[in-house]
C-alpha cells in the first residue's frame, strides 16, 4: 500500500462545517497511524483554509493536504481528472451536484450518508458524516486499486443518468403524468 499515491479530493466551500472536510483530515491522521502515508487530501472551492491547514499540522498530516481554493469553472473537470478518488464527507446536502461531476469523470465517489447522495452513490463506500473512524475504513478500502475500478465503473454508469437528455425526458413523464398533459 505504500508503493503508489492516492490522489482524494473534495471540492466544496472550504471551512464550512457542513461540508466535512476536516473529519477527512483526521482520518489521515488515523491512517498514518496504521503506516498508511501515502495518501494525498486536496480541497477544491472557495473559503478560508486556514484551520483546516492548523489542524492538518497539528495531527502531523500537513504535507497529505493540498489547498486549491476557488477554481475556475473550466479547471474543475480537468482537476477532478487528477484525482483517484472523490470524497464528499458532508453532513447536509441535497443532490451533491460535485459528487455527480465527479462520477461523469468515472470516479469512485465516497460520501456521507445523507441527502440526495444516498440515492445514487455506492454503499460500498459511505460512511456516517462526521465518523472519523467510518472514514478512515473507506480510504483504506480505496486504497486497492480493484476496489477503486470497480467502483469507478458503477460511478460513471450511475452518472450517465443525470444526463440532460434522461433528466429532461424523466421531468416531462412526470409532469405528463401530474398534469394529465401528455408529451409535457
Known amino acids: 500500500m505504500q508503493d503508489t499515491k492516492i490522489i482524494f479530493g473534495t471540492a466544496a466551500f472550504i471551512r464550512n462545517k457542513i461540508k466535512g472536510q476536516e473529519y477527512v483530515i483526521r482520518a489521515l491522521a488515523i491512517l498514518k497511524a496504521k503506516g498508511i502515508t501515502n495518501i494525498e487530501y486536496r480541497l477544491a472551492g472557495s473559503g478560508s483554509p486556514e484551520k483546516l491547514v492548523r489542524l492538518a499540522e497539528s495531527l502531523g498530516v500537513s504535507g497529505q493536504l493540498k489547498v486549491y481554493g476557488a477554481l475556475p469553472h473550466e479547471e474543475v473537470f480537468s482537476w477532478y481528472d487528477d484525482l483517484d478518488v472523490y470524497i464528499q464527507p458532508s453532513f447536509h446536502e441535497t443532490l451533491g451536484r460535485s459528487v455527480v461531476e465527479a462520477m461523469s469523470r468515472g470516479l469512485p465517489a465516497a460520501c456521507s450518508r445523507i441527502g440526495g447522495m444516498v440515492e445514487y452513490a455506492s ?62
Open 123 to 184: 454503499k460500498d463506500i459511505m460512511f456516517g458524516a462526521g465518523n472519523v473512524n467510518e472514514i478512515s475504513v473507506v480510504m483504506e478500502k480505496l486504497m486497492n486499486p480493484e476496489v477503486r475500478e470497480r467502483e469507478a465503473v458503477k460511478s460513471f454508469r450511475i452518472a450517465h443518468e443525470f444526463s440532460k437528455d434522461i433528466l429532461d425526458r424523466r421531468r416531462g413523464e412526470f409532469y405528463s403524468e401530474f398534469t394529465g398533459v401528455k408529451n409535457w
